[in-house]
């Protein structure tokens, strides 16, 4: 039996008073740092406490002294090994690289916390960072991205990089180089994208936070597939380097998908404020953001909508679970109003896919002067790309000024509004097979990409409709989600509901820009009332 202070006097005396006297000495010179019992070779921690405890905690254990760095690098790489081969989140591990961080002097607030970096933007110098494609499986960086840095600066312990789908493109996670990732509550259903690999190692209790980013959704869409809570913070907020100004023209964001509220606040913290050389400078929080998300908001203005912008269909549970988080907030005192932002859904789509032709275009034609050829990107990768060589600047530029139209549009709602409330997801996650093209089409769009007819078609304006459905379709299950990218105002996805059949559906708010931290305190206040930290799905428990 391990020695603590709890045990102490059973072992060692009958007499209660002698009992009595020896505890308290014992427990003066632990809490004056003299000696610590739970110091050494024994594991302190179960896995069960560490599966119910969020980084925040972990970290105050460190600090604490009353578990180490190693222990928990240890919990965290058993529970690798054992999911890993069942959920494919991790594509790179960096188990030798952490064995060697635990060994040194850590500090900083997250100091001895073992996490993981999304493959895409968050580079660690020395090590590949693929973006989900064959394509850019040698691109070694030779520098810590400014997040990645950060991370390390707080005392974190990366162990792995997550999988994304190739170029962060979906919200499925199922890239060919490195395959499909899967939701550890139904393992037969996508984890989302494009973080989907860090929603899936979150929810299946790997580690309690990881590196996510987003550009469409894909900080909001995993963490409401896999019942987690994901906060996209406002443009700007996060700094995107040295790699890049920006990613996106500014509509991706950084930050972490996590289990409970304060540790996406403590990431805010460690992550925010402004980096030599970026381009988008936004004014600091008055408070750190965990103090702020300690405050009450005071009585609320909430519109809620469960209408998709682009008028496809919405799935009941989506709508209930919306009405439900809706119920939640009235119960709180706060004024919720059924309204929604008046804006063109059918127009914001179509800038947002031309924003991926252009991205897309450009991205890979970097590629490939670095070395790469067609063969190492993906049917659908090299469709965007043949849309956006297929456009022209002028065209791109037009379709990039009409963002400042949906900016404006919910600047002014959010005058009368502090949030908006809506679905995250149009539907609950996703089965694997609704991200497969059929196998004609592939058949049709190989041909014409081949052959070079699809970007003549597209140049002399011959895909209008089926650009017009391509955005529709792509978009149909996620419609919610791309107006806080194109007007780089924060928004979150909270985990309130599961269907009857078990799954996570997470639900949608959107606050004004610079509004993290009314978010936060909105999060907590709904997390206080319905806690969801210590719901995991079976599968995260060694039967």
């Known amino acids: ?10 072992h060692i005396t009958n007499n209660r008073l002698l009992g009595k006297v020896i505890t308290r ?3 003066a010179v632990i809490k004056h740092g003299l000696m610590n019992p739970y110091r050494g070779n024994t594991m302190t921690l179960s896995l069960h406490e560490y599966l119910q405890a969020d980084a925040c905690s972990l970290a105050q254990l460190v600090k604490q002294g009353d578990v180490s760095a190693a222990e928990l690098l240890d919990l965290a790489t058993s529970q690798l090994q054992r999911l890993n081969p069942q959920i494919n989140a991790v594509n790179l591990s960096m188990l030798p690289q952490a064995q060697q961080r635990v060994q040194e002097t850590l500090s900083g607030p997250l100091a001895g916390v073992p ?10 110098a020395g090590l590949p960072t693929a973006n989900g494609s064959r394509g850019f499986r040698h691109v070694v960086p030779a520098q810590h991205s400014t997040v990645v840095q950060r991370l390390l600066d707080a005392g974190a312990v990366i162990i792995g990089k997550t999988n994304t789908p190739e ?4 919200g499925f996670t199922d890239p060919h180089a490195f395959g499909i990732t899967r939701n550890p509550w139904d393992l037969t259903r996508t984890p989302g994208g494009s973080s989907g690999g860090s929603a899936a190692a979150v929810a299946a209790g790997i580690v ?13 869409i ?3 597939c896999c019942g987690l809570f994901g906060l996209r913070p406002s443009r700007g907020r996060v700094p995107a ?3 890049a100004g920006e990613i996106w023209e500014g509509a991706s964001s950084d930050l972490v998908v996590s289990r409970s509220v304060r540790d996406s606040a403590l990431a805010l913290d460690v992550l925010a404020g402004t980096a030599c050389g970026e381009p988008f400078t936004i004014a600091p929080p008055a408070d750190s953001f965990s103090n702020l998300m300690r405050r009450e908001p005071g009585r609320l203005r909430i519109a809620f909508s469960s209408q998709s912008p682009l008028g496809t269909e919405v799935h009941p549970d989506a709508v209930a679970a919306v009405q439900h988080t809706a119920q939640l907030l009235a119960a709180m005192g706060h004024e919720v109003v059924e309204d929604r932002p008046l804006y063109d859904g059918q127009e914001l789509a179509r800038c947002y896919l031309e924003m991926y032709f252009g991205q897309v275009a450009a991205t890979l034609a970097e590629a490939r002067a670095a ?4 063969a190492d990107f993906e049917l659908s990768t090299r469709l965007l790309e043949a849309f956006g060589k297929a456009s022209s600047a002028g065209d791109y530029v037009r379709s990039h000024r009409r963002w400042n139209h949906f900016t404006r549009v919910l600047g002014a709602f959010h005058l009368r509004y502090d949030l908006f409330l809506t679905p995250t997801l149009a539907c609950p996650p996703a089965l694997h097979e609704a991200a497969l093209m059929p196998s004609g089409q592939q058949r049709l769009l190989s041909v014409l990409l081949n052959s070079g007819l699809l970007g003549v078609m597209a140049k002399l304006g011959m895909m209008e409709k089926p650009l017009a459905e391509l955005s529709r379709q792509n978009l149909s299950l996620v419609p919610f989600t791309q107006l806080a990218n194109l007007t780089g105002t924060p928004a979150m996805s909270v985990p309130l509901y599961w269907t009857a059949a078990g799954l996570p559906l997470g639900v949608q708010f959107m606050a004004a820009f610079g509004g993290e931290a009314l978010l936060l305190q909105v999060a907590a206040q709904l997390e206080q009332a319905q806690p969801w930290i210590q719901r995991l799905p079976a599968l995260a428990y060694p039967s």
Do not use: C, H, W
Not at 214 to 219: F, K, L, R, V
Not at 371 to 374: L, M
């Open 1 to 10: 039996m391990p020695f603590s202070p709890r045990t102490f006097p059973e």
């Open 25 to 27: 000495v014992v427990n």
């Open 115 to 124: 996490l993981l970096i999304k493959d895409a933007v968050q580079d660690y």
């Open 167 to 170: 170029l962060a493109l979906k």
């Open 208 to 220: 309690p936070i990881a590196g996510a980013n987003d550009g469409g959704g894909s900080i909001r």
């Open 222 to 224: 995993p963490a409401a």
């Open 241 to 243: 380097g040295p790699a």
């Open 371 to 374: 070395g790469a050829n067609s």
